[in-house]
């Protein structure tokens, strides 16, 4: 579970407090996983961050991959296509796995069993935003504490009961698990891992180089803003789903039981119509 520091003050160094050990030879193997549709911020700000760590000698101790159902070339988020380094089949045995958001719906049932199979002993299995309904689906968050992009805590409760939401935190941690906030989250997780192996020195002078000046990774409650639902405005529908405004002229609408409901997109409809009971926001409430 993220640590509490008192307001204003930095968690305590987390070589300290939740100490990873590297192995004893070799790097520190990092998979990211990719599938149609990975958002590109939510893996790039992880992959920086452990391609630029470097030891006080030196050495670099993060070798990087990606990961796919097969290595035929993924399109992501924006319209970039990329070649996966290694299908499921061939990749070395990770020490760290990322999973970003992607659309769930395109996953290969492959990468999910991969996920259930290395998890078993992976140091760190990290989601970044939205990456954490992945996990869910891997049935790897039942019985955890986790978190996701600010929009997507309520759809994440409803879809995976047995796991609790915690909402305006930039990172979680549950044992091996680890779930990231929104988007840039996923920079000061990585940031916690580095730390983790190798202490606040290494990890502050990583952020340095990157010249990235977020703290989040000292200050996980500062997504704090997030932590309660934004307030509902009468003339402003909200999606029920994930929480996102949307304009009262969307076509995309489901009539049930003598209201409108109205959504931002086809995957918010399908869930809903699926299980209407799970999402207790109404529109207008």
Not at 177 to 187: E, F, I, P
Request: with cysteine; charged share 15%; aromatic share 8%.
């Amino acid at each position: 579970m993220t640590m509490q520091s008192p307001p204003g003050e930095p968690v305590p160094d987390a070589r300290l407090t939740a100490p990873l050990e590297p192995p004893a030879t070799g790097t520190i193997t990092v998979a990211v996983v990719l599938s149609p549709h990975a958002e590109l911020v939510d893996f790039a700000g992880p992959w920086g961050v452990f391609e630029y760590a470097r030891l006080d000698d030196g050495r670099t101790p993060f070798t990087l991959t990606t990961v796919a159902a097969t290595t035929d070339p993924v399109p992501i988020s924006g319209g970039m296509v990329v070649v996966p380094g290694h299908a499921v089949e061939t990749v070395p045995a990770p020490d760290i796995v990322v999973v970003p958001a992607l659309d769930t719906g395109k996953l290969a049932p492959e990468v999910l069993d991969w996920l259930r199979r290395v998890h078993q002993n992976t140091a760190v299995t990290m989601s970044v935003c939205n990456g954490s309904f992945v996990l869910g689906q891997a049935g790897l968050l039942d019985g955890r504490t986790a978190t996701a992009h600010h929009s997507a805590y309520q759809a994440l409760q409803a879809m995976f009961p047995a796991l609790t939401v915690v909402p305006g935190v930039r990172y979680v941690e549950d044992g091996r698990l680890a779930t990231a906030g929104g988007l840039t989250s996923g920079t000061d997780l990585a940031l916690r891992i580095v730390e983790r192996y190798f202490g606040r020195a290494v990890a502050q002078r990583t952020a340095t180089y990157l010249e990235y000046q977020g703290t989040g990774w000292m200050h996980p409650d500062s997504n704090a803003e997030f932590t309660e639902p934004a307030a509902v405005n009468p003339e402003q529908p909200v999606c029920p789903v994930c929480q996102m405004p949307v304009s009262p002229d969307t076509p995309i609408t489901l009539e049930m039981d003598g209201r409108t409901w109205h959504f931002c997109g086809d995957w918010c409809q399908e869930q809903f119509r699926a299980a209407p009971q799970r999402f207790a926001i109404a529109e207008g409430s």
